[in-house]
């Protein structure tokens, strides 16, 4: 039997007849969901991988190490799905710049990315009456995310109040037209429902549910994308399955964008919710073993550097400090570390001169003033699939 995921409702926009797509609450009924063996068997490895990913934060001194850098690659790989041309060095080498540079709009949009991470989870975190997980806290993560750049005129931190469309240069031909606005107030309280409902699904595929019926009611005029994507990352955390955002799922979805698009399509076209969540669980499963891949190897090389730099007779106490932020600042600049280490010009330059001759930084700006300095070999780790 072929299931229906939602009806369509005739509309018109633009001056155009269409059919737009309301879709049925969560979860699936008429039938039930019913994965094979191999979907069940990609659910397995993903819950496992992900408990894997989670104890992988257990290496280090600081779990905020991974946090750091693996925040940022979902920040800029989400943003380049929708073709945000921003990277990860560029990220970084804007924050080490500071306030002093304005940030490129395509940068801008990965910061504000960054922000909005930071608040939902710092509302969902608090004890004394945060925001939960809800409409509500997604609207305050849109604005965030919208906050100055080309998302100005687009209504950030609102619920759109016009027909909008996916694909094709006008209603007539678009891919997909999700619900009339009248609709989408119902269709995010049923959802906002489903996020907190207690039903016998395994948290995961709740989260892959989730994701899609977020894309198919694309509450706002942009930027649907990114906060959908954004959701998954908080839901992880809301169901215990992560206890920081670690897993960068965005870069199987910028590598498999096609099969993205289609999938999510496919759910409409054709009911088709096992196949997304095939793709999805393999989504995770993938990320999780390359993210716990990366923080090994990203663990390794600090190791094997410490080493090499205690190793050197000129190896100064600063010097040592200075190494120890490496993994949350892997770019920064002397006045950076002036502000890290709170010391002087002459102090911190010393202790990146000697990081320098055991060859863990490297200045890549060639610039004589505010020069900036690299710890190379952990960026070319972090930043494997987030170039363009
Ligand atoms: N056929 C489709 N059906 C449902 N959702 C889709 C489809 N194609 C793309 N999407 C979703 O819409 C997003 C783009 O919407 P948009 O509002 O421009 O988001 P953003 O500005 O964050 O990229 C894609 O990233 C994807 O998640
Ligand atoms: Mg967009």
Known sequence: MKRTTGQYERTSVAGEEVAAFIPHPLPPVHPVLSLTDEQLELLRRAEASLRRLDLAGEMVPSLDWFVYGFVRKEAVVSSQIEGTQATLTDL?????GGSQSAARPDVQEVCNYLDAVRFAREEMGRKDGGLPLSVRLLNQVHARLMHGVRGGEKLPGEIRRSQNWIG?????NAAFVPPPPQRVPEALSALEKYMHA?????PLLRIGLLHVQFESIHPYLDGNGRVG???IALLLEHSALLSAPLLYLSLFFKRHRDEYYRRLSAVRTDGDWEGWLGFFLDGVGTVAEEAIDSA??????????????????????MAARLFERLPEHPMLTVANIMELLDTTRPTATKAVHALVNVGVLTETSGRKRDRTFVYTEYLNVLKTGTEL
Request: proline share 8%.
């Open 92 to 96: 970084l080498a804007h924050e080490a």
């Open 168 to 172: 094709g240069t006008r209603p007539g």
């Open 198 to 202: 207690e039903d016998d699904l395994p």
């Open 229 to 231: 994507r954004l959701m």
């Open 296 to 317: 090994r190897e990203l663990f390794a090389l600090v190791t094997r550097d410490r080493g090499r730099m205690l190793a050197v007779p000129d190896g100064s106490m």
